[in-house]
């Protein structure tokens, strides 16, 4: 074990820092869940691009600088520490790029991933249906295999960024004898396709976050397709996926948090009336470090060779609940304020807990329920019985 | 930056672990609960045969020569076991102690206990009481800025009876004499800190270690009671409270590591790693024995059924080596100290 960082990592550090320093837009871009803000955040990306700072761990010609998860990391720490923007690509980058990487064809890779990487093409999730949300096996929508293209019928639904994104992926039945998590197949769609009806669904901010996606004969020649016919649901729950399981959210974002609430605390300790409440700023600091550790942990299991155990099913209810907490503690502190839009003459130093707070709700829901994650860890980690 | 294990250092442990599930059966700590002492010198002698006593000694004092950070595998597993002979006390806290110490009349231990043929107690200031003290040579004792190390003959004790049948502990009265010192000034104060903070951190990797075995215990045994016609086990309200109980000790795990290496490495933030390991893990511990107790029903409730081997361990230890508040104010410290040093960036 040496916990101590490299030269070379010092070095990275500071070359983050100051790219990071240089080119940070010094006013906060509108949200990516506007059009005007969407297209913002894809200027950012290739400006980002062009750093070639898109993603740190893709190899050289894909968009990336070939380096290592311990390297991701610091890039996200300082990422955070530059309050620089959300990436609005992320379901590209951290979520279809790791699978990506695992299942693609060659092809299919130089396609893809520097599109990706540069923000030229945005990805939407398409994971859930209306009637496949935590049972995401029971998906219905189909795709029929017409020897060098698919027709794709049916609907996905809660499609993040799919309002304003330029691609969508998920899994749809190709075998239509199939249940359940047989038959599936892993496919992309242009969300310009001939057929696909894209119906925007505003989310608790009144932002059209998600969407519904119609499918109603869509044509997409057989290239689109990522894995085998038939595989998808393997694709999806891959060992790309725990990876998914350690990127989609990095350490960084919930120590910034955390920092800023230790902050927020003390800018209004004078007026805080509930004594407990330093201990939930104390508590949300140590869980933020505990994250951090525990990721550190697990970068460096697999920077040498290891796997991400069913262990990792333990950390998205994890950072889920600490950002719910966390953002929970900051409305306590900001007491009578918190309810206030930063913008009304009396919400002073309200900042952007409000929007962090409604968004926090959504984190023990997406990317599987937390209690669909607690019958994860019991059945596949501690080995208890299944219903 | 590496922060995993070595191959070496995770074979020792497993060597271990099968060392003592062999060993440390429930029958066996059973039987102690009835003996005068509570203790086996028999399985004693074999962690000494092990080496374990002298982990933390040099080679060439004939120890093997490892670190803290080898050793936190070890507590861990102590914990696991629920083993109630003083392992930790001696080979994680005293060891160290007596080494730094290097008083011509402590030396002589240091090569007994590595023999398994003495052991020390600790009486630290942050501690009502001394464990294990009847079975001990020597305590070394904190007291007015001192170390003073008593025979255990020349000490008055009074024994306590405490919640775990498994432990041993005693009320120490001891009046300072100028003989017994073997440390003072800067050391003394230095060796106050480091002891506390080795404490606390041995608590910490017991308490990883018990979570982990409560929840163990809790699998087998849901998963073979049935009601409804079906495995407890297999149901939502029983199965959430065990994956609650997971996601504590899976983030307690990091903490604790980490702290173990702050010590090894002298880091200058080691009291503030070793306090949020502390709090880390027992917060897992006790969830764990919450937990354990209900999804067992009126079984978890009695002397027959096995948990509360572990539960009163986890009970017993928590308030030991620094209460939960003690180790909050050293996180308080350090997280309202500079806003611009903690967080992204700066854990390492």
Sequence with gaps: MDLAYTQEHKAFREEVRSWLAANVPKEPLKTFDTAEGFQQHREWEATMNKGRWGMVTWPEELGGRGLD?????????????????????????????????????????????????????????????????????????????????????????????????????????TDPES????????????????????????????????????????????????????????????????????????????????????????????????????????????????????????????????????????????????????????????????????HCSEARGVGSWLDGFLFSQSGLIYAGTNEIQRNIIAERMLGMPRA | MNFSFSEDQLLFRDSVRDFLSNEVTTDLIRSLWETDTGRSQTLWSQLAELGLTGMLVPEEHGGLGMNEEDFILIAEECGRAALPEPLIENAMIAVPLLQAINHESTNPYLGKILSGEAKASIAHPVNLLVSDAHVSDLILVFIDKEIHAVKTADAELIEQEGVDPSRKIFKLNYKAKTENCVANGDLAERLLQETLNRGALAVAAQHLGLAQAMVGQCVEYTSERKQFGQAIGSFQAVKHHMANVAVKYEFAKAVVYRAANSIANQHPDAAVHVAHAKIAASDAALLAAKHGIQVHGAMGYT??????????????????????????????????????????????
Excluded: C
């Design chain 1, 69 to 173: 998860l311990i390297q991701w990391l610091i890039f996200e720490e300082e990422y955070y520490r530059a309050q620089a923007p959300t990436r609005v690509n992320q379901n590209g980058i951290f979520l279809l790029g790791p699978t990506l990487m695992e299942y693609g064809t060659e092809e299919q890779k130089a396609r893809y991933l520097p599109k990706m990487a540069s923000g030229e093409e945005i990805w939407a999730q398409g994971w859930s249906e209306p009637g496949a949300g935590s049972d995401m096996a029971a998906i219905r929508s189909k795709a029929e295999n017409k020897g060098d293209h698919y027709i794709i019928n049916g609907q996905k639904t809660w499609s993040t960024r799919a309002a304003f994104a330029d691609w969508t992926f998920g899994m749809f039945r």
């Design chain 1, 179 to 342: 249940s359940r998590h047989k038959g599936l197949t892993f496919i992309f769609v242009p969300l310009n396709a001939e057929g696909v009806t894209v119906r925007p669904i505003p989310q608790l901010n009144g932002h059209p976050g998600f969407a519904e996606i119609f499918f109603d004969n869509v044509k997409v020649p057989v290239e689109n397709r990522l894995g085998d016919e038939g595989a998808g649901w393997n694709v999806a729950m891959s060992t790309a996926g725990f990876e998914r399981g350690l990127m989609l959210r990095s350490p960084a974002r919930f120590q910034e948090t955390a920092r800023r609430l230790v902050k927020l605390y003390q800018e209004n300790e004078k007026e805080i009336d509930d004594p407990l409440i330093k201990g939930q700023v104390l508590k949300a600091y140590m869980d933020a470090e505990a994250y951090t550790l525990n990721t550190y942990m697990t970068a460096s299991r697999l920077i040498n060779g290891g796997s991400i155990g069913p262990e990792t099913s333990t950390n998205k209810i994890f950072w889920s609940e600490l950002d719910q907490n966390m953002h929970e503690t900051a409305m306590s502190i900001l007491g009578a304020r918190a309810e206030l839009e930063p």
């Design chain 2, 303 to 348: 002397w027959e059924v096995n948990l509360h081997i572990w539960m009163k361990r986890a009970w017993a230890l928590d308030k030991t080596w620094g209460s939960l508040g003690y180790h909050k104010k050293v996180i308080e410290k350090k997280v309202f100290a500079d806003t611009n040093k903690i967080g992204a960036g700066y854990s390492f």
